[in-house]
């Protein structure tokens, strides 16, 4: 399954967010850095992750910032599905994934799409997974292409496990042209689905 650890990690100041979050005066800005904290930790610290995400969560429901709160449950949804709470990570993501499209948030309703299939392909659930990640295509492609290398790789991954190399090769090879450096996720989705076409010729 897809290392989405690639999909979100990112080398991020944890005590430059900490400082911010200590001197912030405004309860918007301190409910995103909530956020921006659990998304530092999810990866390393799954406690720390949760923490943060669940104080960022509590505040922007008592302050009504929709965009908080959806955010930091998107970040609590990564927490459960990567500490093995497949479930409760799809109803999390679902979740925030309403709010962000009733706010029109593209960006962040993509990442869901992505998250949620993911975490269907977890479950084996890979129709779902497919559903999901053909939501993600149709909004990337009206906002320049967001991450949809990542929806297009896990798409060819998931017509290898059906079977369907064809269908796998033309979305491995179309991850691999929308991406600007050639390396990383849609590099090896494509050797995968080369691998597999030599053993079946």
Not at 2 to 22: M, P, T, Y
Not at 79 to 84: A, D, E
Not at 104 to 120: D, R
Not at 172 to 200: C, I, S, T
Request: charge should be negative; proline fraction near 1%; glycine fraction near 4%.
């Amino acid at each position: 399954s897809l290392g989405s650890s690639i999909a979100f990690a990112q080398d991020f100041n944890k005590d430059s967010l900490k400082h911010e979050l200590g001197s912030a005066k405004i309860d918007t800005v301190k409910v995103m850095l909530f956020s921006e904290l659990s998304k530092a930790y999810v990866f390393y610290k799954p406690d720390s992750a949760f923490y943060y995400a669940e104080e960022g969560l509590e505040m922007a429901r008592e302050i009504n910032h929709q965009n908080g709160e959806a955010t930091n449950m998107f970040w609590l949804a990564v927490h459960f599905r990567l500490t093995g709470s497949p479930a409760t990570a799809m109803q999390l993501a679902t979740k925030a994934l309403s709010i962000f499209e009733a706010r029109h948030n593209t960006k962040e309703a993509i990442l869901c799409n992505q998250m949620i299939a993911w975490t269907a392909m977890d479950n084996q659930d890979y129709n779902r997974a497919l559903d999901f990640l053909f939501r993600s295509v149709k909004l990337a492609e009206q906002n320049s292409n967001y991450r949809l290398y990542y929806s297009y790789g896990t798409i060819a991954q998931i017509y290898l496990e059906f079977n369907k190399i064809d269908s796998a090769l033309i979305y491995a090879e179309k991850a691999y042209m929308v991406l600007d450096e050639k390396r990383g996720f849609p590099m090896r989705v494509l050797a995968e689905v080369h691998e597999r076409l030599n053993q079946d010729s």
